[in-house]
């Protein structure tokens, strides 16, 4: 089924029952619409994205790989130093505060610095951030439980994941941030830019990190510029040897299947760049402040 009929389904059901209950009376204003639409589809995508996860954690650790949904077979070697978590993060939330408190002062520094010249640093909070699972919570089940289905209890789950990270996650340990929109507007299709922009620039200027990967998810960017725009470089970058785009794809989901098969390729390719267990540093560019390597796990 497509993607983008999923979503629109949850819309369907909710039309049907106002019309059944209320007839004629019964209205509901556009915008009310879209923004139901983008909160189903932000749900939908982190629930699908949270029980990949789970699977893949559960197969790090020496567990069987999942045989039905049927999907190819990580092609990275098992270890547990290799789990990752997928955190649906709320509206207006500082994404510094996932960081370890030494990177925290780093960033608090720089805003002290700044507000004392009368500016800011604000940071618009991706929707969905996946992380290299931290140490502290390696053996927590929670990782690599399925939530099965969107029921309240498991919306709970997905929502509040993120408390049980926060503080802990290393700089770079955010090997993957999403901007999840229903649909591209005119006037908001910068604002992912400027998410990527900040966080690249905190987390790779400030705090060494290697690259930020960064990506728009949209159920439709029909009639809009995105494709040329999102081709943009990020501003840290531009005038380095390591220059890279800002927003590393635009992408259009075609079936829940398709998030979860591309998924698991973005996974095997970015672990697949350190040993597992290797007791010495991984060489590769940069390393946090603070003498660790910014790729620890992956």
Known sequence: MPFIEVVAQCIENAS???????GNDFEIKGNATAKVAGDVYEVLTSGILWDAAAHWNRYMIGGPWVSSPRYAKPTVVADPSRQIAVLNLPRRYDWVRLLVPEA???????????????????????????IVLPDEVHEDELWRTPVGNLNASAQQTLSRAYQKVEGQVEP????????????????????????????????EGHLDAPKVEFEVHVLNAEGTDSGRIYQAASLHSAFTDQAHRAVRELYVPATAAHIVT???????????VVPPDDPSPPVLPGTDKFGTATLVGL
């Open 172 to 203: 770079g340990e955010i090997i993957l941030a999403m901007a999840l929109k229903s649909s591209l507007r005119s006037d908001r299709i910068y604002q992912p830019l400027y998410e990527a922009n900040v966080m690249q620039l905190l987390l």
């Open 16 to 22: 049907s029952e106002g019309k059944l209950l209320y």
């Open 262 to 272: 591309r998924f698991y390729g973005f996974l095997n390719g970015r672990t697949a």
């Open 104 to 130: 925290r002062q780093v960033i608090t520094d720089l805003r002290t610095q700044l507000a004392g010249k009368g500016l800011t640093m604000p940071t618009s909070t991706p929707d969905i951030a996946v």
